[in-house]
Nanobody, 128 residues
Framework: QVHLVESGGGSAQTGGSLSLSCAAS????????VAWFRQAPGMEREFVAA????????YYGDSVKGRFTISRDRNRITVNLQMNNLRREDTAVYYC?????????????????????WGQGTQVTVSS
């Protein structure tokens, strides 16, 4: 089990950028699969991006592909989400989630039920 803390949320204009960070104090976090999900008011939780704990393989939701980039900094024990070309529909609370032992099937990364550790969430608001 790891304790996750998100940071970096805030406000941006359409077309702008924001960067989110998910930090843990446990170095074992570097071996966890990590994902970002988001939830807008009245909407279901949506998969955004994920990165494997066993290597650099990444996965993205269709709505963010080509605009968002997930990456891992093993020295800082963080997983980051760079969000570019933001749209109003990106407005949501963004949650970091972690899983161990590593998932095998790629399709499982999109399923929030596969993740046992969650951060508290950080608000992202995009306005025109």
């Amino acid at each position: 089990q790891v304790h996750l803390v998100e940071s970096g949320g805030g406000s941006a204009q359409t077309g702008g950028s924001l960067s989110l960070s998910c930090a843990a104090s446990e170095r074992a976090f570097n071996d966890y699969d990590v994902a970002w999900f988001r939830q807008a008011p009245g909407m279901e939780r949506e998969f955004v991006a994920a990165i494997r704990g066993t290597g650099p393989t990444t996965y993205y939701g269709d709505s963010v592909k080509g605009r968002f980039t997930i990456s891992r900094d093993r020295n800082r024990i963080t997983v980051n989400l760079q969000m570019n070309n933001l749209r109003r529909e990106d407005t949501a609370v963004y949650y970091c989630a972690a899983n161990y032992p590593p998932l095998v099937r790629a399709t499982l990364f999109r399923n929030s039920e596969e993740y046992g550790d969650w951060g508290q969430g950080t608000q992202v608001t995009v306005s025109s």
